[in-house]
């Protein structure tokens, strides 16, 4: 299985600040389509998973352009900029290149 | 706009077999493409994918929990469904079933499944 490695754990943040997430995959998540299916979900306190980014760096519709990917072949990135209230829960990253999908533990993001 | 929705027992005792159902809106899994997913989330913990059903049928299993899946479609129903037998304690979690294409998108709200006797 693929194994993606999340950090941090959790992240402090102030409003209006900025913050990086890394996620780093045990093989590399280019398919052999050329496609590399790594997305990044967020979870609000007691919500389903929401997805954000996927194919590395496309930001899912209605998903702000604070939130940005980056990355290739094995190590990731998502920036969150301008953090609000809203932002607040934890964020996951999921590969789809290869079956069985897998995901990172999660770093939970809070207030400073 | 596209929505997913599990039903499921609740509470079921080990070594039963656990039923769940995905009710869904706003696409067709006879559509090219399109697909469903099986997740699952202990409490506080991480996420594991379980299970995926595409609109040919074909279908993927996570080969760590060997051969207790089983998942199902109902295309005129836009039902999709999950079945996992001799559950334990380790099953108990919040299930959720997503609509999968090139992306997995929405979730649905999760049902909580606990496995006590």
Redesign the interface.
């Given at each position: 299985?693929v194994v993606m490695t999340q950090t941090p754990v959790s992240l402090s943040v102030s409003l209006g600040g900025q913050v990086s997430i890394s996620c780093r995959s045990s093989q590399s998540l280019v398919h052999n389509n050329g496609?590399t299916?790594l997305?990044w979900y967020l979870q609000k306190p007691g919500?389903?998973?929401?997805?954000l980014i996927?194919?590395v760096s496309n930001r899912?519709s209605g998903i702000s352009d604070r939130f940005s990917g980056s990355g290739s072949g094995t190590d990731f990135t998502l920036k969150i900029s301008r953090v609000e209230p809203d932002d607040l829960g934890v964020y996951?990253c999921?590969q789809?290149t290869q079956?069985?999908?897998?995901?990172?533990?999660?770093t939970k993001l809070e207030l400073k | 706009q596209v929505t997913l929705k599990e039903s499921g027992p609740g509470i079921l005792q080990p070594s039963q077999t656990l039923s769940l159902t995905c009710t869904f809106s706003g696409f067709s899994l006879s559509t090219y493409g399109m697909g469903v997913?099986w997740i699952r989330q202990p409490s506080g913990k991480?996420?594991?994918?379980l299970a995926n059903i595409w609109w040919d049928d074909d279908k993927?299993y996570?080969?760590?929990l060997k051969n207790r899946l089983t998942i199902s479609k109902d295309t005129s129903n836009n039902q999709a469904f999950l079945k996992i037998t001799n559950v334990d304690t380790a099953d108990t979690a919040t299930y959720?079933c997503a609509r999968r294409t090139?992306?997995?998108?929405?979730?649905?709200?999760?049902v909580m499944v606990t496995v006590s006797s």
């Open positions: 299985d496609n299916y997305s919500q389903s998973p929401q997805l996927y194919k899912f996951y999921g789809g079956y069985p999908y897998t995901f990172g533990a999660g | 997913g991480g996420l594991e994918w993927y996570n080969p760590s959720y090139t992306v997995v998108a929405p979730w649905g709200q999760g």
